[in-house]
């Protein structure tokens, strides 16, 4: 494995910004996943390192060459795609061999058949290892995907949404999974997803992309509880972070140039009001099962937060509301403190 080091790195087509002066190091051994919405430039991030597309501008070393004039195949990257695409005139046993069969590689048969059966269960599909790649479930067939780019160990995984066509269940045990193969592997792995879920799980550092711009790196830990901006804030946490503006509720503690404030559950004390003042009515308390949602109307706003299950709050009732260290913004969306 190696790592990879991107500087400086844009990309356009025609008008459209797809990827902006990018500085991004993932280091050998890292699971580094980019979370953002949809257009803001995950693949062809991907798409930059494998090769597949050339930079404007910057450079892209990988395991400390320049990488930026290669070709894909000179890259030694294994690459998931979005849209997976299996051979289809052949096996789920020879889609997975695939890659160890180039005539470069000269890898004995027996060896193929280990490493094949070794990742068949690591992605669960053993059990339809003689079965053309036409005939499986699309879950199964993004399994096969996944599995062929292990197979082999190349110097960097970019796994594009490799879990988004799955359903829950699979999704939530294969996310452990792979987060133990690539720890076992010590593989440097790039993953794009938009799901937070799997970004906070897995990652050992997540990159939040917007509009073609790196916003922030750090920890999972970090993007959640240190966000540099407004975006970075709203992309992690479940229900989303409330944004209120400054002077919706007492904020004593709010910085000069606060425009907006940043409160998460934990950052809120809602009890029910005593004594005539209230800062808000509770709208509704919505039981999701794992999750329940207290949501509150406060003047023209509305704020959502956990709650407990057996809450003795209900529709109707009037509540006092209190910051607790929250976060503040300023005008142009930055965070103050
Ligand atoms: N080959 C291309 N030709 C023209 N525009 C492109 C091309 N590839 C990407 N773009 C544009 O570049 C921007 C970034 O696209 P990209 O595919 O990297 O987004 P993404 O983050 O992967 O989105 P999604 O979550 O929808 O897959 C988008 O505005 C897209 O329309
Ligand atoms: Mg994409």
């Given at each position: 494995m190696a790592d990879v080091h991107i500087r400086n790195v844009s990309k356009s087509f025609g008008e459209q910004v797809?990827?902006?002066g990018l500085d991004l190091h993932i280091a050998d051994g890292e699971f580094v996943v980019l979370l953002g919405p949809t257009g803001a430039g995950k693949t062809t991030t991907l798409r930059l390192i494998a090769g597949l597309e050339r930079p404007d501008a910057g450079t892209i070393h990988i395991g400390g060459h320049n990488?930026?004039?290669?070709s894909p195949a000179e890259r030694d990257t294994a690459f998931v795609f979005q849209q997976y695409s299996l051979y289809p005139h052949l096996s789920v046993y020879d889609n997975l061999a695939f890659p160890l069969?180039?005539?470069?590689?000269?890898?004995?048969e027996d060896q193929i058949r280990r490493r094949v059966e070794d990742v068949a269960k690591m992605v669960r599909i053993h059990h339809k290892l003689s079965n053309r790649s036409t005939k499986l479930s699309g879950g199964e067939m993004q399994r096969v995907a996944i599995g062929r780019a292990l197979v082999r160990k190349p110097a960097i995984y970019l796994m594009d949404?490799?879990?988004?066509?799955?359903?829950a269940k699979l999704r939530g045990d294969l996310r452990l999974e792979l987060k133990r193969i690539q720890a076992e592997l010590g593989a440097t792995m790039l993953y794009v997803t938009h799901d937070q879920i799997e970004a906070m799980t897995m990652a050992d550092r997540i990159g939040i992309l917007a509009d073609g711009v790196l916003a922030q790196i750090g920890t999972p830990r970090e993007i959640y509880s240190?966000?540099?901006?407004l975006h970075v804030a709203a992309r992690l946490g479940q229900p989303a972070i409330n944004l209120l503006p400054v002077?919706?509720?007492?904020?004593?503690g709010a910085p000069a140039g606060t425009q907006t404030i940043g409160a998460r559950t934990e950052h809120l004390s809602i009890d029910k009001a005593a004594n005539g003042h209230a800062d808000g009515i509770v709208d509704w308390v919505e039981h999701l099962g794992d999750q329940n949602h207290l949501h509150v109307t406060v003047g023209a706003k509305k704020l959502v937060t956990l709650t407990d299950p057996d809450t003795a709050l209900e529709k109707g009732d009037k509540v006092t509301i209190r910051y607790r260290a929250p976060l503040y913004f300023g005008a142009d969306g930055q965070r103050l403190m």
């Open positions: 797809a990827v902006s990488a930026t004039a290669l069969r180039s005539p470069a590689r000269k890898m004995p949404e490799p879990l988004s066509s799955l359903d240190e966000p540099a901006n002077g919706l509720l007492p904020d004593g």
